[in-house]
């Protein structure tokens, strides 16, 4: 038995080694932190994982969260196709014409310098 302390633990000033304290971890400005934004179940259970699915990215390197938010686009796009295609399900709203149905009239505005 030797009189260091186990990994992690340093004794403390004053202390025995069998009397050691954790040593908090050194403050990274670089290091992933978590952004903690709200995420509100929108009562959908495909949505609702895939935002939870973004929780994924307060953990990683910033070079890490594209892979995340690409999956979680993905699986929104799925989501979405997937309200199109149920059967039964009517299809989006044909968009309406522009000024109705007639044509923009041209604009003749002439500048004076």
């Known amino acids: 038995m030797t009189d260091s302390a186990p990994e992690g633990l340093v004794a403390a000033p004053g202390t025995e080694a069998g009397e050691a304290a954790a040593v908090e971890p050194e403050y990274d400005p670089a290091a992933p932190a978590p952004l903690n934004v709200p995420r509100t179940p ?43 295609a149920r059967p039964g399900a009517p299809g989006p709203p044909a968009p309406a014409p522009p000024f109705g149905n007639r044509a923009p009239a041209p604009s003749y505005h002439q500048s004076r310098s």
Do not use: K, P
């Not at 953990?59 to 199109?84: F, K, M, S």
């Open 42 to 84: 929108t009562g959908n259970a495909e949505v609702d994982a895939q935002l939870d699915r973004l929780a994924d990215a307060d953990h990683l390197a910033t070079d890490g969260h594209l892979e995340v938010y690409e999956d979680v686009h993905r699986g929104l796009r799925d989501a979405l196709t997937a309200l199109d």
